[in-house]
């Protein structure tokens, strides 16, 4: 038997026994606060499992550590987790842990403990992060909050990973909804335990992939694109939690490829009562795109990837403490400038560009003609350094970081632009332009316009609404009649596959370009 040490921000955080040989990622993926960042997952395609080796004997660099990894990276003794095979005793650092303090802030109020007093949990599960929320359904205000990385994601960071591994593997299956309710299960008993308080319920909103793999069935049906328009019975199993017996439900999603938390993030954000035509944006993941226009809810997504995220970038983190969540240029003194997620004591500690940031850096290196619209850089280069002199701290950003971003972009504004056609509307049209989850709710709105990922509306018109789907879950379990209001909603929805539009490739391909959206 051997031991693996494990070391976090200079910790010493676990001791792992293992029998030789084992693989590094799959050892680590054991615990949960020594499980690391994947989107592959473990196939060393996405280069985000970063350890470094500190002792121990390991095997040669593989073809995908080269391929990934920088010249300074392998210097420093860093490697892929998934690539790594353990043969003795070893000590490792993590460089990219799945576990993290916080994703960003969740605003809470004190308790108030009254002999009316009614307390009930919100959760949205989505296919990054999970938040959960104590609510006050009396005086209707969150009393506590919990944000974590969805721990899921050590089966990989992207939706459709997760359902290959649940189809073909049940027993992954089940620890994937397993992994939900611990979470929720140990987050809840904590608050009971702190608060002194009696908690009535449990409601879960989320992608439709997400309550797939919560319930654990259905899975296969997402697969099959004559699902992703078809309501999909994500009902759970169990109707408590097994320690705690609260009763939990969640809500049904609308149907393959569009969840509860985009119907409920409609609520909460009242976008059925707009005066004239409205759009709404949760970017994500797998980005949500809805249109409220002449009593009609056209509804959609697409494939975003984990870039907005911040995964799968050289240089990318998600919205989170020491994330950069702003870039700027001042063309006064040739230089740029950054802002940070959260107060932090030591420049040491900065983690690199979240979604945002990445988005502004875009923008500032188009105007200043060091980024063609194509997406190449204008030098013959692979990569640029970018100093962020308030911040003491060099940003370097890959042609690839631009490439996997670009697709997302292209991929969100071909599917506003096809929804407004298909509906007949024009962004002329938008009275509101409501923009949802952790990658909005930093976004420069002048640099998302100029780059082509927002339809160029007035700025006045442009509200970020942050986590919408959570404070529409919130209101759902205040409401007297939650389920007249999803179903007053459903009533007005036109569903659009865009896999089944012919000219949305084309859109896709124009969008592709680093310029401001064609006028729909």
């Known amino acids: 038997m051997f031991i693996l040490s494990v070391t976090l921000n200079h910790q010493h955080i676990a001791d792992i026994s293992f029998t ?44 995908y550590e080269h391929q990934r990894l920088s010249a300074g990276q392998i210097a420093l003794g860093i490697r892929l987790a998934c690539q790594v095979e353990l043969f003795d005793h070893a000590s490792v650092t993590l460089i990219n842990p799945l576990t993290i303090e916080a994703l960003d802030t969740l605003s809470i109020h004190s308790p108030l403990v009254t002999a009316n007093a009614r307390y009930a949990v919100a959760v949205d599960l989505g296919s990054t992060q999970l938040r959960i929320s104590l609510w006050d359904s009396v005086q209707q205000r969150r009393v506590a909050g919990y944000c974590r990385f969805n721990p899921q994601a050590c089966y990989g960071t992207d939706i459709l990973n997760r359902l290959t591994v649940a189809t073909t593997d049940k027993a992954a299956g089940l620890a994937m909804s397993k992994l939900i309710q611990d979470t929720v ?60 017996q609260i009763p939990i439900t969640a809500v049904q999603p609308v149907a393959g490829f569009v969840g509860s938390d985009l119907l409920v993030g409609l609520l909460a954000v009242r976008l059925t009562h707009s005066p004239g035509s409205a759009l709404f944006i949760d970017f994500g993941t797998n980005t949500e795109i809805a249109l409220w226009h002449r009593n009609k809810l056209w509804l959609t997504s697409v494939p975003g990837g984990p870039a907005f995220e911040g995964c799968g970038i050289n240089c990318g983190v998600a919205a989170e403490q020491g994330a950069i969540s702003h870039v700027n240029y001042d063309a006064a003194t040739g230089e740029f400038y950054g802002t940070l997620i959260g107060t932090l004591t030591d420049t040491g500690e900065i983690k690199g560009l979240c979604g945002s940031g990445l988005c502004d850096v875009m923008a500032c290196l188009l105007a200043l003609g060091q980024l063609k619209k194509n997406g190449r850089f204008a030098k013959a280069v692979s990569e640029l350094d970018i100093e962020l002199v308030n911040l003491h701290y060099r940003v370097t950003v890959k042609k690839q970081d631009i490439d996997i971003f670009q697709r997302a972009k292209a991929a969100t504004g071909a599917g506003i632009s096809k929804l407004l056609s298909i509906a007949g509307a024009s962004s002329a049209d938008l009275t509101r332009l409501c923009i949802a989850g ?53 009533r007005r929805v036109e569903m659009v596959n865009l896999s089944q539009v012919s000219a949305y490739e084309e859109a896709f391909v124009d969008n592709l370009y680093l310029q401001p959206m064609p006028l729909a």
């Open 438 to 490: 952790s990658f909005g709710q930093f976004l420069n709105i002048q640099h998302a316009q100029a780059i082509g990922l927002l339809p160029g509306c007035a700025p006045e018109r442009v509200e970020l609404c942050g986590n919408a789907s959570l404070m529409g879950c919130e209101q759902l379990l205040s409401s007297p009649n939650r389920d007249e209001q999803l179903n007053e909603l459903k």
């Open 185 to 244: 299960e140990r987050v809840v008993t904590e608050w009971i335990d702190t608060e002194k308080l009696r908690i009535a319920e449990i409601l879960i909103v989320g992608n439709t992939a997400m309550l797939a793999l919560l319930a654990n069935k259905h899975i296969k049906q997402l697969l099959q694109p004559e699902y992703w328009t078809q309501a999909i019975d994500c009902s759970l199993s169990f109707s408590t939690l097994r320690q705690t």
């Open 20 to 63: 030789s040989p084992c693989n590094l990622f799959n050892l680590l993926a054991m615990y949960e606060h020594t499980r690391v960042r994947s989107a592959c997952p473990g196939k060393g395609t996405c280069g985000l499992c970063l350890v470094r080796i500190d002792q121990g004997a390991t095997g040669e660099l593989t073809h």
